[in-house]
């Protein structure tokens, strides 16, 4: 958690372990991205992530685990890091999960998907 906050505090770009080859990026039209939700927004490697690749045209498909804060304001985040993306309705998922996981996820992907 204090890793995380500090990450925030300081808008840190921490290096990606894995990368994709830009080859290999323009195959991709749609982005299931999941996260957590930290301190309110996006982790700092999903930022890194969108600055890193260019998302011009493709989809994201955004999802969030939180203990309470739903999205907080990482759609916006997302928004202005990707902002010729298209960004479609996202899930957020509490921390429990819940008994009807399957079936909201199964449900959400029905919704945005093309």
Known sequence: MDQAQNDQHKQARPVLKTKIAREKWAEYDTIILGYPNWWAS?????????????????????????????FGQSLTAISKLAPKAILTEGLSVHYSGGSSLSKDVEKWLNKVKR
Do not use: N, Q, V, W
């Open 42 to 70: 996006i982790p700092m490697p999903i930022a890194t992530l969108l600055e890193s690749y260019d998302f011009t045209g493709k989809t994201i498909m955004p999802f969030c685990s939180h203990g309470g804060g739903r």
